[in-house]
């Protein structure tokens, strides 16, 4: 099923709109409470077009994505099948936590994804997008 990108007027009232991921790329510093090295091949980008691309630390991925205000949903998300010796644990534990983010929140260039009860699943910094 293809996801719809929601914008609202909500920004206005100093709510998180599309507009502040449209377009950004994003690497993780935390995956639920392992830390991420920056050296990782690993981000995710928010395309215009309500899809989500990126490389999970060893394969490609792609999906969907829609945001209404600070609510969030990512997915499904399909990858290439590579072997990557020493990166299965994180590459998935990544998939997992964009897929159960409900909610989001933007502070400058950081950016934390949510679970349903406010607990953070990751934290990311920005490094630039399309």
């Given at each position: 099923m293809p996801f719809l990108v929601v914008a609202t007027t909500l920004g206005l009232l100093g709510l998180s709109t599309v507009e502040d991921l449209t377009g950004s790329r994003w690497h993780p510093s935390a995956v639920y409470a392992n830390d991420v090295s920056a050296e990782e091949r690993i981000f995710v980008e928010f395309?215009?077009?309500?899809?989500?691309?990126?490389?999970g630390g060893?394969?490609?991925?792609?999906?969907?994505?829609?945001?209404?205000g600070d609510q969030i949903r990512i997915g499904p998300?399909?990858?290439?099948?590579?072997?990557?010796p020493g990166k299965f644990e994180l590459e998935t534990s990544f998939f997992s936590a964009l897929q159960?983010?409900?909610?989001?929140?933007?502070?400058?260039?950081?950016?934390?994804?949510?679970?349903?009860?406010g607990q953070q699943l990751a934290r990311f910094f920005e490094v630039g997008g399309t």
């Amino acid at each position: 099923m293809p996801f719809l990108v929601v914008a609202t007027t909500l920004g206005l009232l100093g709510l998180s709109t599309v507009e502040d991921l449209t377009g950004s790329r994003w690497h993780p510093s935390a995956v639920y409470a392992n830390d991420v090295s920056a050296e990782e091949r690993i981000f995710v980008e928010f395309k215009p077009d309500g899809k989500v691309t990126g490389i999970g630390g060893c394969n490609r991925f792609f999906g969907g994505y829609a945001i209404e205000g600070d609510q969030i949903r990512i997915g499904p998300i399909a990858s290439t099948k590579m072997g990557c010796p020493g990166k299965f644990e994180l590459e998935t534990s990544f998939f997992s936590a964009l897929q159960a983010a409900k909610s989001w929140k933007r502070d400058g260039t950081t950016l934390m994804l949510l679970d349903a009860n406010g607990q953070q699943l990751a934290r990311f910094f920005e490094v630039g997008g399309t």
